[in-house]
């Protein structure tokens, strides 16, 4: 199979070593010994690395008793019951994954079937393209219009489907526009694609990231299945930890054995790394919360002084956002520039949208008020 380039990541790889990344798709980092530090009782005193690694901490495993050998392909049993927890569903419909990635590629594997199709957004996150292709899977797209505040449409949906789709895939809060699904659309949505025999497969790696109204995971939903993961609204893309919640036990079952013949499984370490980071994601969400609130305030004031050039859809949920010009410009070259000034923003011919740029807004604990002095000073030369 030939696979296209992956636009998005080579920008991210060639630019990651800027001052002020925005490019990305996460919030603030953390280091280990951050992570480490987290749940360390009532004193909240810190006993230093070394001891954390020991397993002196009060929620994180003993790392000293993980033996190193294969994890089960569907995932540490604690991990899962965490997860379902977290989403508020049975822990048996969890499968750990290496990444929401891994997930998603392993339901199309579990649904392939030749002349099978997947319906995806547009824009959205590349590589659910790339991994439709990779399962021998060909996309249509249904269209997510700046004109409707890039809200999906079940109707625009539904016309995009037809006797050959195997899944639907929504996204929410999306990627790379932050527009968010409420509830009810989505049990409309998967009832209809139900009487039609299809899935319905939400990307949650954003949640529960909201601006407005919070909106509940659409795990427990009939007809739905789930992907989330440590990397986006939980900010540890390292870990490589995703997972999928589906309730359908014979879909399942080919998940997990699609797993077992691709990766075998996850790594130990890692699972335990993430079950620890889970029982304390009240601290890390907050964490992120507050970061990306304050950011995305700083982001208002200054779209609001750039409107005769740029316009947007503010974000309802998630870390991003995808502001456009105007005037219809490619913004790659503008991006190129910013790169000089030490920013780095997406370019927008990375979704197939070519005037827009995504900025994420969450990463940055500092403030994102002095790249957007860049920007502001680039958009006016």
Not at 138 to 157: Q, T, V
Request: glycine share 10%.
């Amino acid at each position: 199979m030939d696979l296209s380039p992956f636009a998005l990541k080579e920008w991210l790889e060639k630019h990651k070593h800027v001052r002020h990344d925005l490019a990305g798709s996460t919030g603030p980092k953390w280091a280990l010994g951050e992570l480490l530090e987290l749940g360390q009782g009532v004193n909240g005193h810190t006993r230093g690395l070394l001891e954390e690694l020991l397993g002196l901490g009060n929620s994180l495993p003993d790392i000293r008793q993980i033996a190193l050998g294969y994890a089960p392909s569907n995932g540490d049993a604690d991990l899962r019951r965490e997860i379902a927890i977290y989403h508020g569903v049975n822990p048996d419909w969890v499968v750990v994954t290496n990444g929401a990635s891994e997930a998603v590629q392993l339901l199309l594997i579990a649904l392939a079937r030749p002349g099978g199709r997947v319906t995806l957004p547009s824009p959205g996150y590349p590589a659910f393209a790339a991994a439709a292709n990779a399962a021998g899977v060909a996309a249509d797209f249904y269209a997510m219009s700046p004109a409707e505040n890039f809200r999906a449409s079940p109707r625009e949906i539904l016309a995009a489907t037809g006797s050959d789709t195997i899944l639907v895939i929504v996204n929410s809060p999306h990627n790379p526009t932050g527009a968010v699904i409420e509830r009810d659309t989505c049990i409309a949505l998967a009832e209809a694609l139900r009487e039609a025999g299809i899935p319905l497969l939400v990307d949650e790696v954003f949640h529960p990231l909201y601006f407005g109204e919070a909106q509940p995971s659409a795990a427990d939903l009939a007809n739905v299945v789930v992907v989330g993961d440590m990397s986006k609204a939980l900010s540890m893309p390292g870990l490589r930890i995703g997972w999928i919640i589906d309730a359908d036990a014979r879909r399942r079952e080919r998940i997990v054995r699609a797993r077992s013949y691709l990766s075998l499984g996850g790594s130990p370490l890692l699972e335990a790394l993430a079950l620890h980071a889970l029982r304390n994601r009240k601290m890390v969400l907050d964490r992120v919360r507050n970061i990306a609130s304050h950011n995305l305030a700083q982001l208002r004031l200054f779209m609001a002084g750039s409107r005769e050039l740029l316009d947007w859809v503010p974000p309802s949920g998630g870390l991003l956002a995808f502001p456009w010009f105007r005037d219809g410009r490619n913004s790659r070259e503008f991006c190129e520039r910013l790169i000089a000034q030490g920013v780095s923003v997406a370019p927008g011919d990375c979704f197939g949208m070519p005037a827009h740029l995504r900025v994420d807004f969450g990463s940055q604990p500092g403030g994102i008020a002095e790249p957007l002095k860049i920007i502001e000073k680039e958009l006016h030369k």
